[in-house]
């Protein structure tokens, strides 16, 4: 099978036959840094339609279209994990939605606690970060990006079916791999706080929850997003995705 | 209990009663960013000593002396677990170094593999921020970093008793969890790839090795950082340190 030069995610529909056209930062992409030309095969994917391959068939300034030819891989049932977390300072925020898309969250569920100091959500670069780490991991979905909101109301909705993995760095919950053993799989999602944690009234408010599993991460105290990426990792690793080989 | 204003590595020894001299950069960050003033609690460590607390009695332009009085904490046994990494480009190696300290790494290790493009490791760069790490997360000591070598020679010289746990992206490895059931702890590295992945050669030769455990990290595509400290973090929830809860 042809290896494609690039791969990228589009909001149009994918079939056979189809000629799709890029948009122009897309274009631009491809015709100035990765310099590909007319013939070159790159896949695209929606998240709804699975993985396309497809050959430049026109390429210009800020434009370029993609003839579909083939479909690389099905769309696939993915793991359904949220994380809901404090909003950080920019690198950091980043990099921790680069690393969430790369592990396997379905949807990024930004919060206000007490404590968060970062006022301003910038969704848009968060979401052109989720987007090239999931062409760069070989994903088939973008993961969701919501508004901004408080974390007693993003609570008060909660669904009671899906779990919440609280990351208490308070250094009195039990250890992730404990509190794991046996668990579920299902709907989940996983909390971090802000870089001074969560208050006590938070924590004692979170744990009064039916559906919320305390956790440890450890003897160390970790930076916010280390924490939130450590807990996805050992998630997976333990009850998520992690626990089937791959398949390419 | 005193809570210092901020914690610093040095190199000098401490002990109840000594005046500690900071050095130049260190004093300049207490002075002009901090803006700590004589009086003021830090918190110093050097890794053989424990944790000391420490007041300023005299700062200066590039000079600053700390008077310690109590030790906070007594040294402690922190885990052996190497991380033997490719070396990458500057703005995620420095995140790795920075996430490894975090997560409990004694030794970071650069090594060169057949498809690692970086030729040059600034290890006074990696240090500054092992040690700002170490700072931050509240360890005793700082990882110790070696010079890059050849991923040959450290196998050459490789310790017997130390497990090696091979980050296996071809997707053929069996899952992190199910490889490391039952794992003793003791000495373990942790060896992840360039951003091209190991060589089929290098896969077969390290699988050959009695120390190597092959491990898969899941389905997705992970960019060499991630599957560092991702493989680190499942690697403490499982094996090491992060089974016991923190003692504050």
Redesign the interface.
């Known amino acids: 099978m042809t290896t494609p030069r690039t791969r990228l995610h589009v909001a149009t529909d994918l079939a056979g036959g189809l000629s799709v056209g890029l948009d122009p930062s897309q274009a631009h992409h491809v015709k100035a840094v990765l310099r590909l030309a007319p013939g070159d095969t790159v896949a695209l994917f929606n998240g709804r339609d699975g993985e396309w391959l497809g050959r430049i068939d026109g390429i210009g300034k800020g434009w370029c279209s993609v003839a579909l030819y083939e479909q690389r891989r099905p769309q696939a049932r993915e793991g359904d994990l949220w994380l809901a977390f404090a909003p950080i300072k920019r690198a950091r925020i980043d ?1 921790l939605v680069e ?1 969430a898309t ?3 969250v379905s949807e990024l569920r930004p919060v206000y606690t007490e404590r968060t100091i970062v006022e301003r959500v910038n969704l848009d670069r968060l979401r052109a970060n989720a987007v090239e780490a999931a062409e ?4 088939l979905t973008v993961p969701a990006l919501r508004e901004p909101e408080p974390l007693a109301r993003l609570l008060a909705r909660w669904p009671a079916e899906r779990r919440l993995l609280l990351c208490d760095e308070s ?8 509190s794991l053993r046996g668990a579920p799989s299902g709907p989940w999602a996983v909390l971090t706080g802000p870089e001074g944690g969560f208050t006590q009234t938070e924590l004692d408010a979170l744990k009064k929850l039916p559906f919320v599993c305390a956790v ?8 916010a997003d ?1 924490a939130a ?6 998630f ?3 009850v ?9």
Not at 171 to 178: D, H, K, Y
């Open positions: 990099f690393k790369e592990l396997g760069q991991t070989e994903r250094g009195t919950a039990p250890p992730i791999a404990e440890g991460l450890g003897p160390r105290v970790l930076r280390t990426l450590a807990a996805l990792a050992a997976q690793a333990l998520g995705d992690w626990q089937a080989t791959r398949q390419r």
